[in-house]
């Protein structure tokens, strides 16, 4: 069984850092694309950043260039979103996604898996 399983979310002040992690278990974690999506109150769930399987591409929003990282251990099957310079429009469930390797697609129909998700909420 697939387990995806987010942690590091939390309350942070407008221009904090926050470290998102997530814990897969249940697949061939180096043969599967990983990604974050965040969905806030009343709007669509929407693409953050993906990393590919072999961990040499990462992709992002253009929302969070440059201020957002995505990457991957594989020792503990473990990928991690590092959020810096956030803003109150950062507010959102994020969540983290998993698919067998291949294109890296930033839909979430694209997905096999899903975690729980974890609430990030930015006070201005």
């Known amino acids: 069984q697939v387990q995806l399983v987010e942690s590091g979310g939390g309350l942070v002040e407008v221009g904090g850092s926050l470290r998102l992690s997530c814990a897969a278990s249940?697949?061939?974690?180096?043969?599967?694309?990983m990604a974050w999506f965040r969905q806030a109150p009343g709007k669509e769930r929407e693409f953050v950043a993906a990393i590919s399987w072999s961990g040499g591409s990462t992709f992002y929003a253009d929302s969070v260039k440059g201020r957002f990282t995505i990457s991957r251990e594989y020792a503990n099957n473990t990928v991690t979103l590092q959020m810096n310079s956030l803003r109150p429009e950062d507010t959102a469930v994020y969540y983290c996604a998993g698919r067998p390797w291949g294109v890296v697609p930033t839909t979430p129909g694209e997905f096999n898996y899903w975690g729980q998700g974890t609430q990030v909420t930015v006070s201005s």
């Open positions: 249940g697949l061939s974690f180096s043969q599967h694309t």
